[in-house]
């Protein structure tokens, strides 16, 4: 059954890719695109990578669409048909994945227990995460303790994000409630929207806190609380969004957020240990790693809840 | 207390003063916190040049997990001469961004630049100190994304289309060194990078593993403008702010370069990527064509911002030559071309930058006899392009005295035919402007303008200055590159 | 045959990757290249995400009375990876928009067309 719901997927993902390099609505491309997105975050469920789904779902699918929308309404929708027959890419594409099909002729089968991807590295955070950490979810572990930094690479990059859509878009300190004026209109939606906010805001909350025992984590949380905004500026304006969450705290929230996640790096080593050594914060070595999860987790959740309105007020408050 | 922790704070000061550059209202402020940063980023990697020196290759353990189960720092001599390159030109050209920033971009852009600028400084650090393959993708990212913003702040509309083009090439080899990587940890089962190499032994003669050598190798050879995979670079440069293009000639390709000697030596070792992927004949060839081809197209650009982005193409030939060589002297003459070019190129970026400020303009015909009115500009310009050819007593000569004589030794002389040809090249496009500013009368309707201010002459100087030095005594230089290839080709045979 | 059954989902997965890369650099119209951009990474995570399966496994949450496991560190990768993905889409739309704004169009035929003119 598995393997069947797996084909299907795959096959459905194909489909949907080869639909986006022949349809010329850009519009039309963006819902595929969507829906590629979807399509993979369920993948993902199959796959057992619960976590991933959950952030693709909600990034990929979510704010990525929302972002593909805008910048269509800001430009265009048509494209034009390419003037050169693209007979060099084609080529290109075809020696690439040749290439890659040779590679995967000596790897090991798909779902190889024995594969040595899962017999080294991974087997041991399986066994000594739960001693070593005391977290059910292996996931959070390795994401927020094993491979920290990497993480706080990873709110880096998103906070670069924010800076360089705030250098190229800016945004408006007093956004106009022009935006939404087609759904405004629309009571049954402004309801729906009215009562799904406090939802999805208690959502991201539970997947914030219980990311150390169920799928879910800073990440995911905070683009789950940004969605739950974004909702309610597309209900009822950008400047009632605005007046609720300024411009200018979202840029604090933005930077404060990756500050925590250092600060627990630098409080670590001031305290005797390694940067980002959580072990050292509490006198017990599982409650100082408890600690030092629940506090960088909340970074994550600020800076990226924050920088995804940052950017979506970019670019929903460009007009021309 | 605080020498042990140096190899973290190397990346995680600069990277944790952007979000605070960004909450600076005042651009004077946001410049200042960039600057002293910058500052303090130096001082810490010349006290780790300093340990490395003293006590041999440095491992720094983040969060205090063993490797291969957490992230490890490892700096060894080759990436302590890194880490100075970087650090020095980020010291060196934010004195200069102060005045340049302020007449290139707008008002509330300063502050994001300083804070994009930081970002990016932090990226390129962190490449280098990484010792795992996964957390180098992270770094490079933050370095590629806040290049894009940095070259997009340029003043013309065309910065806007380079920094798309520099995104969507940049982003391609950025997923094919993930592709590489997936594929290395699929038949190792570990992203330590010294892990890896230790348990290729095994498996390194697979498809899969030659697939991913191919991946990563053309990965990163998009990051630094090898040829024929340059395309983004001339207009990157040509349309970015004056500071921006200074300080990437002088280190983005530079940390690319040092990817590609950690990957040949370290990760694969020569046998694997010399011998049996023939990646030396391949890169001998396309460095070849890149000194000639670039050097021939630099002659033709009238803007000379893009004339030294072909420069810039046809030097990274020069240095990835010496490395295809696969030889203790080879990589030693690359490290120290590296090293030199990086000092040299900058100068030559923040001469035009100071042009640029007077002018509004760095086209050819608008320089006509700009030496009597900025003749210290010219002057540095002029000196630095005598680098860049290679006339003896500057550093240009002794990388090239380096090259030749590798090169020579293995018995490849019709490079050292090359090298002096592309020489040759140099020689022209820098003649041109020099003939242009110095011998031609300025036009009727030229503005009159004055030399630039000495905040912006200091810095270009100072790295003039660091280059006669070299020219003279290169003892120093060469000494830490042939200690730092001596270790690379140590790790490289196995 | 098995060698064929073992790899099958590796080669679609590939055909997936590719297709995002064709779009990439065979289409002029800026938007589809930053969505092919999205594509070809969507597919790589898919890729790394397949590494991690094994067979029988769930889904790496340490439960009592469970034994096997997939492989979390793909997991991991992926979610950092996710966020970069999203991090240069928002920054590529964004430069779009301003492009369109500079140049009246986002077909890169056209574009240099007016660059080549002045």
Known sequence: MENLINDVLLGLLMITGFAIVRMKSLLGVTMLTSIYSLLSASLFVVLDAVDVALTEAAIGAGIATVLMVATVALTTDEEKVPRHTPLLPLLVVMATGAALIYGTL??????????????????????????????????????????????????????????????????????????????????????????????????????????????????????????????????????????????????????????????????????????????????????????????????????????????????????? | MLSTHLP???????????????????????????????????????????????????????GAWATPWGIEYRIDMAGALMILVVATIGAVVLPFAGRSIQQEIRKKHSGLFYTCFLLCLAGLLGIVVTGDAFNLFVFLEISSLSSYVLISLGCTRRALTAAFQYLVMGTIGATFILIGVGLLYMLTGTLNMVDISQRLTEV?????????????????????????????????????????????????????????????????????????????????????????????????????????????????????????????????????????????????????????????????????????????????????????????????????????????????????????????????????????????????????VKEAPASMLIPAWLLIGANFYIGVDASLVSGIAHQAAGILIEQGVR | MSELLGHYNYWIVIVLMMTGFYIVIARPNLIKKVIGLFIFQTSVFIFFISIAKVEGGTAPIIEEGISVYSNPLPHVLILTAIVVGLATTALGLALVVRIREAYGTINEDDIHVQDEER
């Not at chain 1, 991974?122 to 994401?143: F, K, M, Q, R, W």
């Not at chain 2, 081809?293 to 030097?315: C, D, E, G, H, T």
């Open chain 1, 106 to 320: 000596d790897m090991p089968h798909h779902g190889d227990p024995l594969a040595p991807a899962h017999r080294y590295v991974a087997d041991s955070y399986l066994h000594d995460s739960p001693v070593e950490i005391g977290v059910p979810n292996v996931v959070t572990s390795v994401l927020a303790s094993y491979r920290g930094y990497d993480t706080l690479g990873e709110v880096t990059v998103i906070f670069t994000a924010a800076a360089g859509v705030l250098a190229l878009l800016g945004y408006r300190t007093r956004g106009r409630n022009i935006e939404a004026a087609g759904i405004r209109k629309q009571v049954v939606l402004r309801v729906i929207a009215k009562l799904f906010f406090p939802l999805i805001l208690l959502f991201a909350l539970y997947v914030q806190f219980h990311g150390d025992y169920g799928p879910g984590g800073g990440f995911q949380a905070g683009v789950i609380f940004a969605t739950g905004f974004i909702l309610y500026a597309l209900a009822f304006g950008l400047g009632t969004a605005q007046r609720l969450i300024p411009s200018q705290l979202l840029r604090i929230l933005a930077a404060a957020g990756v500050l925590i996640y250092a600060a627990v790096g630098l409080e670590s080593m001031l305290l005797g240990g390694k940067f980002l050594e959580y072990r050292v914060l509490a006198d017990d070595p599982i409650a100082g790693q408890h600690l030092g999860i629940l506090l960088i987790e909340l970074g994550v959740g600020i800076t990226v809840a924050s920088v995804m309105l940052i950017i979506y007020y970019g670019f929903v408050s460009r007009r021309h």
């Open chain 2, 8 to 62: 973290a704070l190397q990346v995680v000061l600069p990277l944790a003063s952007a979000p605070v550059c960004l909450l600076l209202r005042h651009p004077r402020h946001a410049w200042a916190c960039a600057l002293t940063i910058s500052w303090l980023v130096l001082a810490i990697a010349v006290m780790l040049v300093q340990q490395v020196a003293a006590t041999g290759t440095i491992s720094y353990a983040i």
């Open chain 2, 204 to 448: 390194a003669d697979t498809r899969t593993i030659r697939v991913a050598f191919a991946f990563v190798t053309v990965g990163v050879s998009i990051k630094l403008a090898l040829f024929p995979l340059h395309l983004w670079l001339p207009n990157a440069y040509t349309f970015a702010p004056s500071v921006v293009s200074a300080f990437f000639a002088a280190t983005a390709t530079k940390v690319g370069i040092y990817v590609l000697l950690r990957l040949f030596f370290t990760v694969f070792g020569i046998g694997f990527s010399f011998v049996a992927m023939h990646v030396g004949e391949i890169m001998m060839l396309l460095a070849a064509a890149a000194m000639m081809v670039a050097s021939l197209v630099a002659i033709f650009q009238n803007n000379v911002k893009r004339m030294l982005a072909y420069s810039s193409v046809a030097q990274i030939g020069y240095i990835i030559l010496g490395i295809s060589l696969a030889s203790r002297d080879g990589v030693a003459a690359g490290m120290i071309h590296l090293f030199n070019h990086a000092l040299i190129k900058c100068a030559l970026f923040l001469s035009l930058g100071c042009i640029f400020l007077r002018l509004g303009s760095v086209e050819l015909q608008d320089m006509r006899g700009l030496a009597k009115r900025m003749p210290w500009t010219m002057a540095a310009f002029v000196a630095g392009g005598l680098s860049l050819i290679g006339l003896p007593l500057t550093s240009g000569f002794i990388s090239k005295w380096y090259l030749v004589g590798a090169a020579l030794t293995d018995g490849y002389w019709p490079l050292a035919v090359l090298i002096l040809l592309s020489s040759l090249l140099a020689l022209i496009y820098i003649w041109r402007v020099v003939e242009t500013a110095y011998f031609q009368v300025p036009g009727a309707g030229m503005p009159l």
